[in-house]
């Protein structure tokens, strides 16, 4: 994955991901061309396809609704990197496929605009501007599976013949 750096504070919650106003489908491109909204009015207007999110503390806190990673994942953010995720929005976001990774450091020092590279299979986080690189755990093989497979549903359809 690589992209530019899109950089978010700390307690950055789903209302703010998708505001409410736009829970009336699941489509991740109509989910998508909202995200960030209500914080950032152009925010998917200004990303590129691929690019990072990176984000303080306690990342995607509120509420359960898988809304927020679907639409983060449906404006193109290729992942989220954080200090520290919500844990609800940590296994919604696996479930819809969307890879995220906590890296306190690396969300500290990775500064908006930065050209990042993070690689899920390697477990390194590189902020290509700077020079600077990060180790995180390696995502397991089965992890892997089910964000290549798109998320969990179609990962458990694949595995079961449909």
């Known amino acids: 994955m690589r992209g530019k750096a899109w950089k978010f504070g700390d307690h950055v919650d789903t209302d703010v991901i998708i505001p409410a106003r736009y829970l009336v489908t699941a489509d991740p491109e109509t989910l998508g061309a909202h995200c960030m909204e209500d914080g950032d009015p152009d925010f998917a207007k200004k990303i590129s396809q691929g690019d990072i999110i990176i984000g303080g503390e306690n990342f995607g806190c509120g509420s359960s609704r898988e809304h927020a990673p679907i ?31 906590v890296c306190p450091e690396a969300a500290e020092k990775i500064s908006q605009g930065d050209e990042v590279t993070a690689d899920m299979e390697v477990g390194v986080i590189s902020d290509e501007t700077t020079g600077e690189s990060w180790t995180v755990p390696a995502f397991p093989e089965y992890l892997r599976g089910i964000i290549a497979a798109g998320g969990l549903v179609p990962f458990v359809a694949s595995r079961a013949g449909r």
Not at 85 to 99: E, H, K, M, W
């Open 71 to 101: 639409a983060i994942k449906g404006a193109g953010i290729s992942c989220v990197i954080a200090k520290s995720f919500a844990r609800i929005f940590f296994r919604n976001s696996i479930n819809v496929g969307l890879p995220i990774f």
